[in-house]
């Protein structure tokens, strides 16, 4: 069988001793002479690989990129989340994603931020101590449309409205 990447294929190196006889290991450990044959370049560098399906066979085209929600744990595509940040230690939503720092995404749900919430997932994946003030966020979500309830003409839904 051929393999797969045969530009990548070097042949082993043999450090030759003083004497003449082949030392694999010449003072160097055996990481240092697999990463010189593994990562004689960067893997962007080389271009695609013949024996992977091309995008439209199925495959994600890579045109969003996709997160996962801090409070339901949910991957999603990043348009339908909201990105938020830490500011002086209040958690304030990014929804431009323009705002410094690392950024954890989230549901325009609010079960998904009272969620986050019960689960400590904030300071976690935002990698802060201690608790954070989240009313910033739930404002943001109750200012744009987000149900702290469902509606009663929902279909399927078991209330009576009268």
Same mark, same amino acid.
């Given at each position: 069988? %051929? ?5 990548r294929?070097r042949?082993?190196q043999?450090?030759?001793? $003083?004497d003449?006889? $082949?030392?694999r ?13 593994l990562?004689?370049? *960067?893997?962007?560098c080389?271009?695609?690989? !013949?024996d992977?399906?091309? %995008? ?12 996962t929600?801090?409070g339901?744990?949910?991957r ?18 990014? *929804?431009r994603?323009?705002? *410094?720092?690392?950024? %954890?995404w989230l549901?325009?749900?609010p079960e998904?931020?009272d ?8 300071p976690r994946a935002?990698r802060?101590?201690? *608790?954070?003030?989240? %009313?910033?966020v ?7 449309g987000?149900r ?6 929902t279909p399927?839904?078991?209330?009576? !409205?009268?």
């Amino acid at each position: 069988m %051929a393999h797969r990447h045969p530009q990548r294929r070097r042949p082993p190196q043999r450090h030759r001793r $003083g004497d003449g006889r $082949g030392s694999r290991n010449h003072g160097y450990g055996v990481g240092r002479l697999i990463g010189d044959a593994l990562h004689s370049q *960067p893997a962007h560098c080389q271009g695609p690989t !013949p024996d992977r399906p091309l %995008a439209g066979s199925g495959a994600r085209t890579g045109s969003e990129p996709v997160r996962t929600c801090v409070g339901c744990r949910n991957r999603a595509e990043a348009c339908g989340l909201l990105r938020v940040v830490v500011v002086d230690g209040v958690l304030t939503p990014d *929804p431009r994603r323009r705002l *410094p720092g690392r950024g %954890a995404w989230l549901h325009l749900d609010p079960e998904c931020l009272d969620r986050a919430e019960r689960r400590s997932a904030f300071p976690r994946a935002l990698r802060v101590q201690g *608790p954070l003030d989240v %009313a910033a966020v739930r404002f943001h979500l109750q200012a744009h449309g987000a149900r702290e309830t469902p509606a009663l003409d929902t279909p399927g839904s078991k209330v009576d !409205p009268s």
